[in-house]
């Protein structure tokens, strides 16, 4: 069994241990400092850190402000309301003037569990990567999640880090971590498993199972949404029958819209999306949502064997 | 008052010369807002050129005073402003809206002199109180000015950011509302009422001045006192006329948005004595 480990505890520290080395990083948050865990830079800087309440559109039009002063603001909400409730204060605020603002939203996807739909971002990636400037990242696991807080804090310009509620199985072997370059952590002939977040884990399962069926799939973790690795795509459409794209959101607007987008135009191929088809979320335990979304490792092994037939 | 006489009366040189510069770029773009253009001139003015701290050969500079207008529609203001202070050369506010031009319908960031874009209403007093928190953390003396409008009051951001600015402190932060009373679809009252406003202001907490918006005095006065006010943000609510300076568009709804052609331009200019 993995080790499990929460992406927002991680994010937590990281921020803490970025704050030490910059002073110039200020932390925003909308009353979820504990959930979102800013707590942890709250509690070491003080000053720098700045609580807004439940006010998102204030919170990301404010973290503008302090941006244009020289500031690398992170502002972190659940992924529903940082980006929902104050999507054009991010438009319009911080993209347009590709300000240093890093939205590192926590609770994002289904596997938020028993909060229901209203809590269950599910098309997050696709409201924000349709915005000039945006960069994305949706780590899959814990130490990757260091890893993107790291990137967004290094690279300017706006970013999107979404990460989990709950705690994800660490993927072992990816390798080194580039912003914008996927990660290919396995190969094979028959088909390409492209998948973020915690989906990666799942599809590394699926690979596995497959293999023992004797189908070889690729498998690839694209962390980084946007800028897209598209040379990763075209290849793994390239040198497989088929592509299946795995995320924990809606099927339109996200990876699997993206992928589709880079092979229609580049090397047409067979893309089959696993992700939620058009529904809005429920309560419920992560791991049962995730089955009733048609979201686990045996829905993409199915998806695989459509492709391979 | 530390103005003398003639320091007021070249103000009000200023802002005529301003209200010309308004006529005649947005005649030129043959679109824009000239009603609130006019109604914040005198402020604009003001701000420009008896109140800011700026450097236009360095506009990042790092103490300047900071203006935002959170109502970017009345940019024409702003740019003549910014173009008579020397941010950019005055034949750039022929080419307003044009494409590719530097002057943008709305505000944008590559435009020197502006702080951050704007024109979707409500969320410019937000940027603003961002700037203001970054300069108590830098432990900056500059001050921040806001100019927000009345229709645009009816943004529940602006709610928010009012309740953040008075819960920080932030007596940097000077807001200033031009009342007009005027909104596309007709007067603030019958569209969505947002009086009583300057209550509204107090109760969120700022230190709340009410002035004829359009008399310099009154308007240096109160930038002024902003100044004295230690521990919350302070409020201008200015009584400003629409369309002010120009008799045909005072008070009058459909020249919100809405360029004056050729002839209402001569007959502006000329009543301006801008011709």
């Known amino acids: 069994m993995a080790e499990q480990l929460n992406q927002r505890d991680i994010y937590g520290k990281t921020l803490a241990e970025l704050g030490r080395s910059d002073s110039n990083i200020v932390v925003l948050d909308a009353d979820l400092s504990g959930s979102t865990k800013t707590s942890v830079f709250a509690k070491e800087f003080p000053e720098r850190f700045f609580d807004f309440g439940i006010a998102e559109q204030n919170m990301l039009a404010a973290a503008s402000g302090l941006a244009s002063c020289g500031k690398t603001v992170f502002a972190s909400s659940f992924a529903m309301f940082a980006t929902g409730r104050a999507w054009e204060q991010i438009r319009n605020g911080v993209a347009y003037n590709k300000f240093d603002v890093k939205i590192v939203a926590t609770h994002a996807g289904i596997t938020v569990g028993p909060d229901g739909a209203s809590h269950q971002a599910l098309e997050d990636i696709a409201i924000l990567r349709v915005i000039p400037n945006m960069s994305i990242i949706v780590p899959c696991d814990g130490p990757q999640a260091r890893e993107a807080v790291i990137a967004a804090a290094g690279n300017k310009g706006p970013f999107y880090v979404r990460i989990a509620r709950c705690k994800v199985p660490t993927v072992e072997n990816k390798g080194e971590f580039k912003f914008g370059k996927a990660q290919v952590l396995r190969r094979g002939k028959d088909a390409a498993i492209i998948a973020c977040g915690i989906m990666v884990s799942q599809a590394l399962t699926a690979a596995d199972n497959l293999a023992a069926k004797g189908i070889e799939v690729s498998v690839i973790n694209m962390h980084t949404i946007k800028p897209l690795d598209t040379a990763a795509v075209i290849d793994a459409a390239g040198s497989t029958k088929g592509i299946v794209v795995c995320e924990e959101h809606s099927i339109y607007g996200g990876l699997g819209s993206a992928v589709c987008e880079v092979v229609a135009e580049n090397h047409p191929a067979k893309v089959l999306r696993v992700g939620v088809k058009n529904r809005f979320g429920q309560s419920g335990e992560p791991d049962e949502l995730l089955k009733e979304y048609n979201l686990t490792s045996q829905d993409i092994e199915k998806a695989v064997s459509a492709i391979v037939v | ?275």
């Open chain 2, 1 to 275: 008052m530390p103005y003398t006489e003639k320091q007021v009366q070249e103000l009000k040189e200023r802002s005529r010369k301003i209200r010309g510069e308004i006529i005649e770029m947005l005649c030129l773009a043959n679109s824009g807002h000239p009603g609130g253009s006019l109604s914040s001139a005198d402020i604009v003015t003001a701000l420009y050129f008896a109140k800011l701290r700026y450097n236009p050969q360095k506009p990042f500079w790092p103490d300047r005073d900071r203006f935002h207008m959170s109502k970017g529609h009345c940019c024409p203001a702003w740019y003549a402003a910014l173009a008579e202070a020397g941010f950019f050369p005055k034949e750039e506010l022929k080419d307003l809206r044009k494409l590719g031009a530097l002057l943008q319908g709305h505000p944008d960031r590559t435009i020197p002199g502006v702080e951050a874009a704007s024109g979707s209403l409500g969320q410019g007093l937000s940027v603003s109180l961002g700037i203001a928190l970054a300069g108590k953390l830098d432990k900056k003396d500059y001050r921040v000015y806001c100019l927000i409008g009345d229709g645009e009051s009816q943004e529940g951001n602006i709610w928010e950011a009012a309740m953040a600015a008075a819960h920080y402190k932030c007596d940097n932060l000077c807001a200033i509302l031009d009342q007009n009373g005027l909104q596309i679809d007709g007067k603030v009252s019958d569209v969505m009422n947002i009086e009583p406003v300057a209550d509204k202001w107090t109760a969120f907490g700022w230190h709340t001045i009410e002035i004829d918006g359009n008399n310099m005095e009154e308007i240096l006065s109160a930038l002024d006192k902003a100044e004295t006010i230690k521990n919350k943000p302070t409020m201008i609510v200015a009584h400003t006329v629409k369309g002010k300076g120009v008799s045909f568009m005072e008070n009058v709804c459909s020249f919100h948005g809405c360029a004056p052609t050729k002839e209402e331009a001569q007959k502006a200019l000329k009543e301006l004595g801008c011709d």
